[in-house]
């Protein structure tokens, strides 16, 4: 459970203990760029990227129907904080924003800066309208000079604002810092649950997973498509079920 950001934390709203709540849903999405991401493949992708939207959606609304001890009737919020990149960062920004998602683009540079990569043509201008449909870019300083630590920092923020990441991952172990495994690897390790949508290179197969609780280790038989598990995970986030 989040309370809206406020920049002027002196500002903040503060609610008595055990008094109903706003609720607030980050989600952050990392995941192979276009080159990646074949025609068939991103045909198959584009429907498992907007159910998992929609149930994250229709899971929280439950919740706070029910929980209504803990959840205000505020209306609840639902954010989505993406880099941006080609391919599984803009197809998810595309489905969260269908699905009622704010989408708060966090760039490594500058936005002019960070054009440079993208390849002139379809996918600097498909980058443009990704930008520029944004509802918050947030820029960070990153430096020309270290590519590798601007995109780092970038996987870190994502991580540090996420109550849950969405990862279109092959599986495939990190090819360095800043990719796709390595801001897993982050999210895991700072128990933050990822929703594991793995892809299969060359095919257009999809299948999902849901790495909870800080274990690498669950297998594709929990299916991603169930409802339940969506509620168990967001009660588990929103720490919802009190311990005696």
């Known amino acids: ?51 998992v939207f929609g149930h994250l959606r229709d899971a929280t609304l439950r919740l706070q129907e029910t929980e209504v001890q803990f959840c205000s009737s505020t209306a609840a919020q639902f954010n989505l904080h993406t880099a941006l990149a080609s391919g599984a960062d803009q197809i998810a920004a595309i489905c969260a924003r269908s699905s009622g998602f704010f989408v708060r683009a966090t760039l490594p540079f500058e936005a002019h800066e960070y054009r440079a990569d993208f390849a002139i043509g379809d996918e600097l201008d498909t980058f443009e ?19 590798e630590g601007a995109y780092v920092r970038v996987g870190e923020l994502l991580v540090r604002e996420a109550d849950v990441m969405i990862a279109i991952w092959d599986g495939e172990e990190s090819r360095g ?31 999902m997973r849901g790495l909870l609780g800080g274990d690498a280790q669950d297998d594709y038989s929990n299916s991603m498509g169930d409802p339940n598990l969506y509620q168990r995970l967001l009660s588990e986030i929103f720490k919802l079920n009190p311990r005696p």
């Open 1 to 51: 459970m989040q309370l809206p950001r406020d920049p002027d934390a002196s500002a903040q709203t503060t609610f008595p203990i055990n008094a109903p709540r706003p609720i607030e849903l980050n989600v952050g999405i990392t995941g192979h760029r276009a080159g990646v991401l074949t025609a068939p493949l991103v045909r198959t992708l584009r429907p498992a990227i907007y159910s």
């Open 129 to 147: 309208q990704a930008v520029a449909a944004a509802d918050e870019i947030v820029a960070l300083p990153g430096d020309r000079a270290d590519p």
């Open 177 to 207: 810092p800043g990719g796709t495994a390595h801001v897993v690897e982050l999210a895991l390790r700072s128990a933050v649950p990822v929703i594991h949508i793995d892809i299969a290179r060359g095919s257009d197969q999809v299948r």
